[in-house]
T-cell receptor, first 111, second 116 residues
Framework: NAGVTQTPKFRVLKTGQSMTLLCAQDMNHEYMYWYRQDPGMGLRLIHYSVGEGTTAKGEVPDGYNVSRLKKQNFLLGLESAAPSQTSVYFC??????????FGQGTRLTVV | AQKITQTQPGMFVQEKEAVTLDCTYDTSDPSYGLFWYKQPSSGEMIFLIYQGSYDQQNATEGRYSLNFQKARKSANLVISASQLGDSAMYFCAMSPALGGNTPLVFGKGTRLSVIA
């Protein structure tokens, strides 16, 4: 039972490069989320999706785009990476009561 | 706007003692859920306990209990008989509308250190 899987686990980017983070869940959850975690800031919501083909902005959406073409996958894209996007990124999914199941995180460094 | 406040950036507790981690929340929605997550140094987010706003009893899960005081808008986590493995970051979170389609809002966390 894989749960929520994030790819990759680590990545180093140069400023201006682009990349896509992949999140896959096998629990048939409708709702999926992308958070970023920075020291002293807790987890802040970037974007989320309440179903296949839908996305919505969270607290800190600037510089990121997302897509949910398939129910089990939620992609987070950085079109032009900046050092301020150095962070740990968590994907999560949830069912009816809001309890979120998290992936293992992606540590991204932008130099 | 919904908000979670954890006022204790760090706490220390002696092994085998109980410890309370504070969490207050702010919402105007009558229906909501409250959650606690543990994040050990390895980085994963581990769900600990859940309390619904209409639940009459305080939630308990093994050594974890949630002291829910609705009128004060507080949802403190109590860990009984602390163990060295309890050393971690702890996050309080709220789902503003019970039903699952609204994202969790997180506090900034409390780092708990258990001393032998």
């Amino acid at each position: 039972n894989a749960g929520v899987t994030q790819t990759p686990k680590f990545r180093v980017l140069k400023t201006g490069q682009s990349m896509t983070l992949l999140c896959a869940q096998d629990m048939n959850h409708e709702y999926m989320y992308w958070y970023r975690q920075d020291p002293g800031m807790g987890l802040r919501l970037i974007h989320y999706s309440v179903g296949e083909g839908t996305t919505a902005k969270g607290e800190v959406p600037d510089g990121y785009n997302v897509s949910r073409l398939k129910k089990q996958n939620f992609l987070l894209g950085l079109e032009s990476a900046a050092p301020s996007q150095t962070s740990v990124y968590f994907c999560a999914s949830s069912y009816y009561r809001g309890e979120a199941f998290f992936g293992q995180g992606t540590r991204l460094t932008v130099v | 706007a919904q908000k979670i406040t954890q006022t204790q950036p760090g706490m220390f507790v002696q092994e085998k003692e109980a410890v309370t981690l504070d969490c207050t929340y702010d919402t105007s929605d009558p229906s909501y859920g409250l959650f606690w997550y543990k994040q050990p140094s390895s980085g994963e987010m581990i769900f600990l306990i859940y309390q619904g706003s209409y639940d009459q009893q305080n939630a308990t899960e093994g050594r974890y209990s949630l002291n829910f005081q609705k009128a004060r808008k507080s949802a403190n986590l109590v860990i009984s008989a602390s163990q060295l493995g309890d050393s971690a970051m702890y996050f309080c979170a709220m789902s503003p509308a019970l039903g699952g389609n609204t994202p969790l809002v997180f506090g900034k966390g409390t780092r708990l250190s258990v001393i032998a």
